[in-house]
Structure formats: structure tokens, C-alpha cells
């Protein structure tokens, strides 16, 4: 199959700098490199966050932040396609094989790596944020064999199930962090994709109850339609009565933050009950403030973070393929590239979508 020289992309040269190009060089791969041509690519959290310029990602102005992409590179980590290059060292792949990658790019020599908790890697280069790992909003993507875990996408997935693959990694990591038991009170705060996802996979878990916040309604419904047991409303309801009356005053076990909102954090930290477990996923916008007394003299709580998706694929996409996990409804709009602004703008859940991704 040819490969042109130039392709459609959407390329990040600075924070306040993205650009929709027609005629971007498409990557040069070499001996242990493979080129697919992208069939699709969801809009993350993380991505829109970058796009705003959030400091985590370009820095702040203070200096207290240090940048973190490395411009100009190619947004996109939720994507998936098809091989139409492999270099001359890459062995068991083949042009038309369907694969995607995990978001972190490891360097494979560090002690994370070297430890097999590659998802930690000290360098930290992901696809989708480095010039040099460029993501998947492209018609082209070069995955680099050395720094990439690859995994098959079946045949038998639609697109719109496989752009879950990615964040549900991401959601069955954060649920594995929780350490769900049978008897657990579960709390778990936003809806979103990812939140579904958690949802879905926490409900395999068994938890006593399973309990989804988020301040929009159609959220919640699909929430009860992917097993929470009860769903509300934090605009209309005050939802650390409730659980203090679920739970004769106690608290849940288990509060998962999924919203990336300061409020969520403070909310979570007075419904837990003492030696609860909390558990952080979200990327924020700006920081938290919060009485950290809560955490020790208070409560003794374990309080846990949650990032990316290690050895989480082949789980998700057996699941997916099976239908243990859920995933109708998820991906609701897609877009060509060329309309990027305003997928990005539908991508903030603003009026009413979970995932938007692009199709190629």
C-alpha cells in the first residue's frame, strides 16, 4: 500500500498556537518503527487541558511548574489504525493488522521500567504530547516499536467500541486502586466517559452499593443504565447527608474522584468514613485547597492515585468484545478533523456528550 508524503493533522506548535494543516509531513520511520493509517481518535480530558494551556502540561509563568510537552507535536492518545509500514527489525506485525498502543511511550531503562511499572517511566513521554511520540489526530501515526506497548484491536469491534479501549484502561486501573469488596459502599464522582467505564467495570466488582454524582442528568441516567445502584445530583441534592444516612452516619468505603473539579475533592473527603480509601484520577485545571487533618488526625484515610492503564488492555478488550463492559452509547458524535474546534468545544461535556472523537 503507497504512503503519501503528506497527510491531515492537527498540530500544537505553543499553548496558545494549535493549527488544522492539510499538507503535514507525514513521519519517517525507520528499521524498528510501524506506520498505521488512523481509523480513529477520541478527545481526552487531558487533551483539552493542554489546548487551554493548562501549567501542567506548557508550565507556568512562575516557574514552579516546569513544562512538560515538547512542541510541535500532534494531539491524541485515544487512537487506533491500521499498519501500512513496518521497518525491516519489527517482527509479528503486518500491513492491515488493526492495533492501538498504551499512552505511555517507555523508555524501557529506567527502574520503573527496568521494576515492570513501565506505566511510571522517569522520562515520561507519552503519544500525543511529544514532537517525538506524535498522537493520534492525524491521518498518519509512527509507533515507535521500542517505546510502545502495542496490543490487536479484533475485527469484531466497531469504532465506536474500540475508542473506549484507551480510557477504559485508564477506568479499570482506577478500579483495581480502589480495592473493591463485596460489602463496600462506593461512591464514585463523575460520569464521564471515564467515569462509565469505571462504572461498568466496578459493577463486575459486586460493591453493596455503587453510588455515581454528577450534576448532569443524562450522566446520571446512563450511569444506571451501566449498574450504579443510585445516582445523584450534587446541584439538587446534598449528597453528604445522603450517604451519612445510607450508612447510619459512617461514611462510604471507597470515594473515587473523576471529575477533576476542586469541589469533588473536599465533597469525597467528608463523606468517606474514617480509615476510608480515596482514590484521585482526574487531571486538574488549577489547585486544591484542603485541610489535610482530615486526611491524618481526622480520618486515617489511604489516599491513592490512579494514572494511565499498565497491563489493563487485553482485559478491556476481551471485555469489551464479550460485553462484559459496557460501551453503547459512549462515543456519541464524530467528526472529521478539519472541524476540530468544534469537537474539542462538544468534548468538554458541555452539552451533554460523553466521548467525541474524530474518524479518519
Not at 504512503?3 to 509531513?25: F, G, H, I, Q
Not at 528499521?31 to 480513529?40: A, V
Not at 473515587?256 to 476542586?262: D, Q
Amino acid at each position: 500500500m503507497g504512503v503519501p508524503k503528506t497527510m491531515k493533522a492537527l498540530v500544537a506548535y505553543s499553548k496558545t498556537d494549535y493549527r488544522y494543516e492539510e499538507n503535514y509531513p507525514v513521519p519517517e520511520c525507520g528499521p524498528d518503527d510501524i506506520l498505521i493509517k488512523t481509523e480513529g481518535c477520541g478527545i481526552c480530558a487531558g487533551d483539552l487541558k493542554c489546548q487551554h494551556g493548562a501549567d501542567m502540561f506548557w508550565g507556568s509563568d512562575d516557574g514552579t511548574q516546569p513544562s512538560w510537552v515538547q512542541p510541535p507535536f500532534i494531539p491524541g492518545h485515544e487512537f487506533l489504525g491500521r499498519v501500512v509500514y513496518t521497518g525491516e527489525n519489527v517482527k509479528g506485525y503486518a500491513e492491515g493488522d488493526r492495533i492501538c498502543v498504551d499512552q505511555i511511550a517507555p523508555c524501557g531503562e529506567c527502574r520503573f521500567c527496568r521494576d515492570g511499572r513501565y506505566w511510571m517511566c522517569q522520562p515520561h513521554q507519552m503519544y500525543g504530547f511529544f514532537k517525538d511520540f506524535c498522537g493520534g489526530m492525524a491521518e498518519y501515526v509512527r509507533i515507535r516499536t521500542k517505546h510502545a506497548v502495542i496490543h490487536r484491536v479484533p475485527e469484531s469491534l466497531t469504532l465506536e467500541q474500540a475508542i473506549c479501549i484507551e480510557p477504559y484502561g485508564c477506568s479499570k486501573h482506577c478500579v483495581d486502586r480502589a480495592d473493591i469488596h463485596a460489602e463496600d459502599v462506593v461512591v464514585l464522582s463523575g460520569a464521564g466517559t471515564l467515569g462509565l467505564g469505571m462504572i461498568t467495570y466496578a459493577r463486575t466488582r459486586n460493591p453493596r452499593k455503587l453510588i455515581v454524582l454528577d450534576m448532569l442528568d443524562n450522566r446520571l441516567e446512563k450511569a444506571k443504565e451501566f449498574g450504579a445502584d443510585i445516582v445523584w445530583n450534587p446541584s439538587k441534592v446534598d449528597v453528604v447527608e445522603e450517604i451519612m444516612k445510607l450508612t447510619d452516619g459512617y461514611g462510604c468505603d471507597t470515594y473515587i474522584e473523576a471529575t477533576g473539579h476542586p469541589s469533588s475533592v473536599t465533597q469525597g473527603m467528608q463523606m468517606i468514613r474514617k480509615l476510608g480509601r480515596f482514590v484521585e484520577f482526574s487531571v486538574f485545571a488549577a489547585p486544591t485547597l484542603l485541610d489535610w487533618s482530615i486526611i491524618g488526625d481526622r480520618k486515617e484515610l489511604d489516599v491513592l492515585g490512579s494514572h494511565l492503564s499498565p497491563y489493563c488492555f487485553p482485559y478491556v478488550i476481551e471485555g469489551i468484545a464479550n460485553g462484559t463492559l459496557k460501551t453503547d452509547g459512549v462515543v456519541s458524535s464524530m467528526y472529521e478533523l478539519k472541524d476540530w474546534k468544534e469537537a474539542f468545544d462538544r468534548a468538554t461535556g458541555k452539552y451533554g456528550d460523553f466521548k467525541v472523537a474524530f474518524r479518519f
